[in-house]
Every structure is written in C-alpha cells, then in structure tokens.
C-alpha cells in the first residue's frame, strides 16, 4: 500500500495526490493528456509553495513531495500499486469502464476505491471481479485543508478492506467516517437539497446571489454561502449529484432547479469555467 495510484488530476485528483505524497506515500497520477497532468502539477506545487510561504514545511520538504509524485498518460504504468483512487468524470459508465480496466491490470490484493461524491460503490464494484474490495472514498474539497474522508461500504466490501483503508486514511491525516451505500451517501444528500434550494430562490428573484449567500454565512454561520459553495464544487458537478439522488429515490424533492440545468447547459461551471452564480 505504501504505492498510491490516483486516477484524474484534476481538482480532487491532484489533491489527493498532494495529499497522499504529504504524507510519505508515493504516487502516481494519471490522466488522459500532459496538459491535464501538468495543470494538475502546478496546482499541488503552488499549493505546497503556500505552506512554505507560511513556514509549515521548508523548501526542501517541498521538493521531496514532488519528488513523491510520478505522472502518465499511460493507466498500464499503475500496474503495481496496492491502491487505486478513482477521480475521474461524476458518471457511472466511465466509473464502470475504468474499473473493468483497473481489475485487470492491477494485483489481485489491490484495493479500488472511488472518490465518487454519489454514484453507487455497489454498482462500480459489479464491474470488477473483486466487488470485496472495491469502496468508496470521498474526500471533502479542498482535499489538503479538508479533514473529512467519507469512506463508503458496498454491499459486498468486506471489513478487512474497510479497515486498510481506514488506516491508510488516517495515515493521511484524514477523519474517515463510515456511510453505507445510499444515492448521495451522506454529505451530498443533505447538502444538494441545501445548494438546489438557494438556487430556487434565485430562480424565483427572492434575492440576489449575494443576499442569499450572506444571509447563510451570517444567519447560520457558514463558512461559504450555498451559492459560491456551487460554484467552487462545479455546476456542472452539483446537477450530475442531484440527478443522481432524484434517480436513486425516485422523490421530486430533488429535482434540479431549471436554473442550474440552462447554466451547465450555457458552459456557466462556476470558477473552473470562470462564470457561475459569480464571475472568476
């Protein structure tokens, strides 16, 4: 396990590496294109270059993470890691081929898990041939700064892969807590609701994005009001959840606010696109 091989370097994908290679694991992390892994290499390098801004770790200790952390285009290159993170795109089918694939070409030990903020880990185990040891582990953005690591059985994880996965969490300098397989585990499911209903609000003109996001950060003390907090998580990301939590139970209390569906539909991401409830 002391091998970590994170699947996507996007923005969950390369936190998790940073985070993995913080903490003595060595890492490789792979995408489809140089330009994602070096996006990805910049983000942790401008992130570490923070901590030793603020005199948490040296120069040094900067440059021996990076040195922890291999990149490639090429997935056959993780053939020998002891654990697989999945980060990739919030959609069941390219979840289910990636670890049809990952089945094959890694060790019978190795562990999969998916960073999936939603999908089933019982349906993303069904395509390996080890659903026991398949689970879910989503990480909280930003991964570095965020404690949280829900960790998420399926119907087949056993409790022997729960606990090597809990540990490695813990070794991460993570707080794991453990969710059963249900749409949106536990974090999305309340908290999609919260994000749709701040958005309905807008939709319906009760207020602006500022009044609605200052009234949860005063009135409820909130960190982030539900409106940047969509923004920085994605648009896009926000309707694949809500999609799946309405799908899951079959409720209409989770419908997507049409709002939320014409700005994905415009391209208006949030801050990754530069356009959301605010301008980036």
């Known amino acids: 396990m002391q091998r970590i091989a994170v699947i996507g370097a996007g923005t ?10 913080t903490s003595g694991f060595d890492v490789i992390l792979v995408d489809v294109s140089r330009e994602f892994l070096d996006r990805g290499l910049n983000t942790i390098g401008s992130n570490l270059q923070r901590a030793v801004d603020k005199a948490k770790m040296t120069a040094e200790e900067k440059q021996t993470v990076l040195g922890r952390i291999r990149t490639s285009t090429t997935i056959e290159e993780t053939a020998d890691c002891g654990l697989f993170i999945e980060a990739i795109v919030e959609n069941l089918a390219a979840k289910t081929a990636l670890f049809s694939q990952l089945d094959v070409l890694s060790s019978p030990d190795a562990i999969l898990a998916s960073n999936t903020s939603s999908i089933s880990i019982t349906k993303i185990a069904a395509a390996t041939k080890r659903p026991d040891k398949v689970i879910g582990m989503h990480f909280m953005n930003p991964v570095p700064v965020m404690k949280l690591v829900e960790l998420i059985r399926g119907i087949a994880t056993t409790d022997a892969t729960y606990q090597i996965v809990e540990d490695l969490a813990k070794q991460m300098g993570k707080i794991p807590i453990e969710v059963n ?10 908290l999609m609701p919260m994000i ?5 609000t807008l939709y319906e003109g009760v207020a602006t994005p500022e009044a609605i996001d200052g009234v949860m950060k005063l009135g409820m003390n909130h960190p982030m009001g539900p409106l940047q907090l969509a923004d920085f998580i994605g648009l896009d990301v926000c309707l694949a959840i809500l999609r799946v939590l309405q799908e899951g139970f079959g409720d209409p209390k989770y419908r997507p606010c049409p709002l939320l569906v014409k700005m994905v539909d415009a391209g208006w991401l949030g801050k990754k696109s530069g356009k959301g409830f605010y301008t980036y």
């Not at 397989?181 to 309340?190: A, K, T």
């Not at 749709?196 to 309905?200: K, L, S, T």
Request: aromatic content about 12%.
């Open 196 to 200: 749709n209903e701040a958005i309905f």
């Open 12 to 21: 969950m994908g390369n936190g998790i590496a940073h985070t993995a290679a």
């Open 181 to 190: 397989d249900y749409p949106g585990f536990i974090s999305n499911r309340v």
